[in-house]
Nanobody, 116 residues
Framework: QVQLVESGGGLVQAGGSLRLSCVAS????????MGWYRQAPGKTRELVAT???????SYADSVKGRFTISRDNAKNTVYLQMNSLKPEDTAVYYC??????????WGQGTQVTVSS
């Protein structure tokens, strides 16, 4: 079992920046994927960004060019640098971890609020 602890959410004005962090602990496979989803009120959870332990990344079209995902594999930590934030980025952001066989764990979520 893998536990995830997120930090870094908060309130920011449009155009501002925030950095989210997520630390994984427990039975972590060396080969894995970590990333971020978000869920806005009344909407389904959507994928924001992922990064494999080998370095492959993917982003939702809505955040490309503004968000950057990075990892420190030695610290089992994934980061999400969010720049040029927009009000529509307001959501609860969830960190996730998945194994090569599809086992998945979730963080508790951290609120990001972008004011106009």
């Amino acid at each position: 079992q893998v536990q995830l602890v997120e930090s870094g959410g908060g309130l920011v004005q449009a155009g501002g920046s925030l950095r989210l962090s997520c630390v994984a602990s427990g039975n972590i496979f060396s080969s894995n994927t970590m990333g971020w989803y978000r869920q806005a009120p009344g909407k389904t959870r959507e994928l924001v960004a992922t990064k494999t332990s080998r370095g492959s990344t993917s982003y939702a079209d809505s955040v490309k060019g503004r968000f950057t995902i990075s990892r420190d594999n030695a610290k089992n930590t994934v980061y999400l640098q969010m720049n040029s934030l927009k009000p529509e980025d307001t959501a609860v952001y969830y960190c996730y971890w998945s194994s090569p066989i599809g086992t998945r764990s979730w963080g508790q979520g951290t609120q990001v609020t972008v004011s106009s």
